[in-house]
């Protein structure tokens, strides 16, 4: 892709405090179409709060991000940057996916009722229109036999896979995944992985937060290790695993691998 191309997501020297503490220092990362790039490193060290400020859930505080050469929250005007309304950040946001540690399900509505949510309220799309292509989603991710089925009576793996279904129904350009396997039981953790597998080969654009190493080394096309709030070196998966430039990404893959 040329120099001079859009980035899906071009972060630059991006700052994020809480309560006057820098959580994010001067992160840098573009990320291209159908690149599928895993963020590692130790807890604490930013990268699901790098994560949420992607789709702007968290606001940055210093440095520019933007999303397909916009950005998510403000009206760029000159050199000035306008809030936007919330209405117009959720219009934007709905080309971002997002799937979280925990799987967030309406707890009173079915797997197919949680799929069709949003498609419905945020892009109006007709009720049958709706239920049809989540039972094609919900198919997608293994659940055929749960349309269903409430969030009690599902196992953390499928919860985890509907909240995926639900994150695709809107039919996003870019999914973003924050740990998506941390809450589960070990046997569970592959279902989901096969998942994001096969989004990965059909070309999603995709950034995991993950301690998945296996997957990162196999499925993920640019792996980044952030550490107190900072990306301290990025590479393929190849150079970064087998010879990593910088000593503190060697001390912790020495301590995780």
């Known amino acids: 892709m040329a120099l001079d191309s859009i980035a899906v997501v071009e972060a630059r ?12 220092k001067g992160v840098d990362l573009r990320i291209e179409s159908g690149e599928v790039v895993c963020l590692i490193g130790p807890s604490g060290s930013g990268k699901s709060t790098f994560l949420r400020c992607i789709n702007h859930l968290e606001k ?5 991000l933007q999303v397909f050469g916009e950005w998510i929250g403000y009206r760029q005007v000159g050199d000035k940057l306008h809030i936007l309304k919330e209405s117009e950040i959720v219009r934007k946001r709905a080309r971002i996916g997002m ?12 797997a197919l009722e949680n799929v069709i949510e949003a498609p419905m309220q ?3 799309i007709p009720r049958r229109q709706a239920i049809e292509e989540a039972k ?13 089925a409430y969030p009690s009576e599902l196992s953390g793996g499928q919860q985890q896979r509907v909240a995926i ?5 809107m039919k996003p350009e870019i999914m973003l995944f924050d740990e998506p396997t941390s809450a589960l039981d070990p ?3 592959g279902e989901v992985l096969d998942v994001m597998r096969n989004l990965a ?13 296996a997957f990162a080394r196999e499925v993920c096309t640019k792996v980044a290790f952030m550490d107190n709030g900072a990306i301290i070196e990025t590479g393929t998966p190849q150079s970064l695993f087998s010879a990593p430039a910088h000593a503190r990404t060697r001390d912790f893959l020495n301590r995780v691998l």
């Open 13 to 24: 020297q991006v700052v994020k405090l809480f309560n006057g503490v820098e959580i994010l």
């Open 60 to 64: 940055i505080d210093g440095g520019s």
């Open 99 to 110: 799937v979280f540690q925990r799987f967030n399900l309406f707890a009173h509505m079915t």
């Open 122 to 124: 945020v892009k109006k």
């Open 136 to 148: 094609a989603l919900l198919d997608r991710v293994g659940l055929s036999h749960r349309y269903d």
């Open 165 to 169: 279904a639900r994150a695709l129904a």
């Open 187 to 189: 046997e569970l953790v």
């Open 201 to 213: 080969q059909d070309g999603m654009t995709m950034v995991v937060v993950t301690h998945e190493m």
